[in-house]
């Protein structure tokens, strides 16, 4: 039934009925006088039979298809009645010519359409959904992109759980508790009656004896100090720093774990760090927070990291309390100009002639390490304010160094900078920049002045 017209087989004056009322309908216009004299007013060349019922099969493909592919419901209805107007005019004038031909156009047509046409439309659907639809955004997809640890939490209460059975009361006198991907737990305690190190880890057959040597610390944490820690919320933040320090799947490490343990001196801070790539952690503190450093491993940035990280701790910008800055980029190959706390992680280590305190280092993705102030600080002549570097500053002394040694485009991000007196010159010369671009064994290292002129080559 189309356009509200009974199509069933009959000779050609019918079919000619039902097309020229369907094209009376369907164009809007006048519908006055019979159907038959509609016909002769826009009668077409007939083709010959057989090509007439091949080109209907086509057509009904065609429209099948096209309308499957169309945006609107009005579009797919002005294709489909045009390709049964058209299929109408094309059977009924093969069934004109031949009877053979109606016959097989009237029997052909709809098995097409109801069979091979569904097929066609189910490809051209799909395909479209496949090609044409906008890719999910990033972080829509379910699926980690760096592997973590699983079941982190779980695998926590079960160490602790074990810590009380090595001894009584033993996860209130933790030393280290560390999760491995590979499913592995192992527990470290004080023994508070003689000072020893308990240890004890899982494998396939279960948890191993307990192991007892000397203890060389005496920093712990309890089961209490834990009650807010969850490592499944801080695995998603972790996974995000790591993305925007720019660990990937070629960078992640392939033992990833959690080490939940006191950190070393100054601060002895207890932290639950997050191994993603060979020489990076991600740590988090017993609230589940990230440190704000994620950004001191880029030259572009570091200064913002180090900016935040001195108020933090009181120190003023604008006051000559500054006796170096050192900064060492995350990008693979980069090499520090001098001996430094970053020499060999990266990030920005800050050293103070005075103030209220002598050392900060700012390694990306760790709590900052502040060291308070020595007894014999003392204002140099050679100090500097913070607020004295900008990244305008060093990017314009990036861009001269790159340009003097002929450096590489992907180099840009493969750099270190000191900021303060170089070694082994007159004093008088006062506070430097100096940089590196690229590997040590580029030799792409050069002095500047604080107003960027260039001094000389070398890193002395």
């Given at each position: 039934?189309?356009?509200?017209?009974?199509?069933?087989?009959?000779?050609?004056?019918?079919?000619?009925?039902?097309?020229?009322?369907?094209?009376?309908?369907?164009?809007?216009?006048?519908?006055?006088?019979?159907?038959?004299?509609?016909?002769?007013?826009?009668?077409?060349?007939?083709?010959?039979?057989?090509?007439?019922?091949?080109?209907?099969?086509?057509?009904?493909?065609?429209?099948?298809?096209?309308?499957?592919?169309?945006?609107?419901?009005?579009?797919?209805?002005?294709?489909?009645?045009?390709?049964?107007?058209?299929?109408?005019?094309?059977?009924?004038?093969?069934?004109?010519?031949?009877?053979?031909?109606?016959?097989?156009?009237?029997?052909?047509?709809?098995?097409?359409?109801?069979?091979?046409?569904?097929?066609?439309?189910?490809?051209?659907?799909?395909?479209?959904?496949?090609?044409?639809?906008?890719?999910?955004?990033?972080?829509?997809?379910?699926?980690?992109?760096?592997?973590?640890?699983?079941?982190?939490?779980?695998?926590?209460?079960?160490?602790?759980?074990?810590?009380?059975?090595?001894?009584?009361?033993?996860?209130?006198?933790?030393?280290?508790?560390?999760?491995?991907?590979?499913?592995?737990?192992?527990?470290?305690?004080?023994?508070?009656?003689?000072?020893?190190?308990?240890?004890?880890?899982?494998?396939?057959?279960?948890?191993?004896?307990?192991?007892?040597?000397?203890?060389?610390?005496?920093?712990?944490?309890?089961?209490?100090?834990?009650?807010?820690?969850?490592?499944?919320?801080?695995?998603?933040?972790?996974?995000?720093?790591?993305?925007?320090?720019?660990?990937?799947?070629?960078?992640?490490?392939?033992?990833?774990?959690?080490?939940?343990?006191?950190?070393?001196?100054?601060?002895?801070?207890?932290?639950?760090?997050?191994?993603?790539?060979?020489?990076?952690?991600?740590?988090?503190?017993?609230?589940?927070?990230?440190?704000?450093?994620?950004?001191?491993?880029?030259?572009?940035?570091?200064?913002?990291?180090?900016?935040?990280?001195?108020?933090?701790?009181?120190?003023?910008?604008?006051?000559?309390?500054?006796?170096?800055?050192?900064?060492?980029?995350?990008?693979?190959?980069?090499?520090?100009?001098?001996?430094?706390?970053?020499?060999?992680?990266?990030?920005?280590?800050?050293?103070?002639?005075?103030?209220?305190?002598?050392?900060?280092?700012?390694?990306?993705?760790?709590?900052?390490?502040?060291?308070?102030?020595?007894e014999w600080a003392r204002l140099q002549d050679t100090s500097f304010a913070f607020s004295s570097i900008t990244t305008d500053l060093l990017n314009r002394i990036r861009d001269d160094a790159m340009k003097r040694f002929r450096s590489p485009a992907y180099d840009r991000e493969v750099v270190a900078v000191r900021v303060g007196h170089a070694?082994?010159?007159?004093?008088?010369?006062?506070?430097?920049?100096?940089?590196?671009?690229?590997?040590?064994?580029?030799?792409?290292?050069?002095?500047?002045?604080?107003?960027?002129?260039?001094?000389?080559?070398?890193?002395?």
């Amino acid at each position: 039934m189309v356009a509200g017209f009974d199509f069933r087989l009959g000779p050609p004056e019918v079919w000619a009925h039902g097309y020229a009322l369907v094209k009376c309908r369907f164009s809007g216009g006048p519908c006055e006088g019979s159907a038959a004299e509609y016909a002769d007013r826009v009668s077409m060349p007939s083709p010959k039979p057989a090509v007439a019922v091949a080109v209907a099969v086509i057509v009904a493909l065609g429209a099948f298809s096209l309308a499957s592919l169309a945006d609107s419901l009005a579009l797919r209805l002005v294709v489909v009645v045009a390709g049964a107007v058209t299929v109408v005019w094309l059977v009924r004038s093969a069934s004109a010519h031949s009877d053979a031909a109606g016959l097989t156009g009237i029997a052909v047509v709809p098995i097409v359409m109801l069979a091979v046409g569904t097929t066609v439309v189910t490809i051209a659907s799909s395909s479209t959904d496949s090609f044409g639809a906008d890719p999910p955004p990033a972080g829509a997809d379910d699926t980690s992109v760096l592997e973590l640890v699983a079941d982190a939490d779980t695998r926590l209460r079960a160490g602790l759980d074990h810590a009380d059975a090595m001894i009584p009361g033993g996860s209130a006198h933790l030393l280290a508790v560390d999760l491995r991907g590979d499913d592995a737990i192992s527990v470290t305690v004080l023994n508070p009656t003689n000072g020893k190190r308990m240890y004890a880890s899982t494998s396939s057959a279960g948890w191993s004896e307990v192991s007892t040597s000397a203890a060389y610390t005496r920093v712990t944490f309890s089961r209490a100090d834990l009650a807010r820690l969850n490592l499944a919320d801080a695995s998603r933040k972790v996974e995000a720093a790591a993305r925007k320090i720019g660990v990937d799947d070629e960078h992640q490490s392939s033992s990833p774990g959690i080490m939940i343990a006191p950190r070393s001196r100054p601060d002895n801070k207890v932290v639950a760090t997050f191994t993603v790539s060979s020489d990076l952690g991600i740590e988090v503190d017993l609230n589940g927070d990230l440190p704000d450093t994620v950004d001191a491993g880029s030259m572009d940035t570091m200064l913002d990291a180090a900016s935040r990280a001195l108020k933090a701790n009181r120190v003023p910008l604008h006051q000559r309390t500054l006796r170096e800055l050192q900064f060492m980029s995350l990008a693979d190959g980069a090499s520090s100009i001098s001996a430094t706390s970053v020499q060999n992680s990266g990030g920005v280590e800050l050293e103070f002639d005075t103030g209220p305190v002598s050392e900060i280092t700012l390694v990306p993705g760790s709590f900052p390490a502040v060291r308070p102030p020595a007894e014999w600080a003392r204002l140099q002549d050679t100090s500097f304010a913070f607020s004295s570097i900008t990244t305008d500053l060093l990017n314009r002394i990036r861009d001269d160094a790159m340009k003097r040694f002929r450096s590489p485009a992907y180099d840009r991000e493969v750099v270190a900078v000191r900021v303060g007196h170089a070694p082994g010159t007159d004093r008088d010369e006062g506070t430097t920049v100096t940089i590196r671009v690229g590997p040590s064994s580029a030799d792409a290292a050069a002095i500047y002045t604080m107003t960027g002129e260039h001094l000389r080559d070398g890193t002395w």
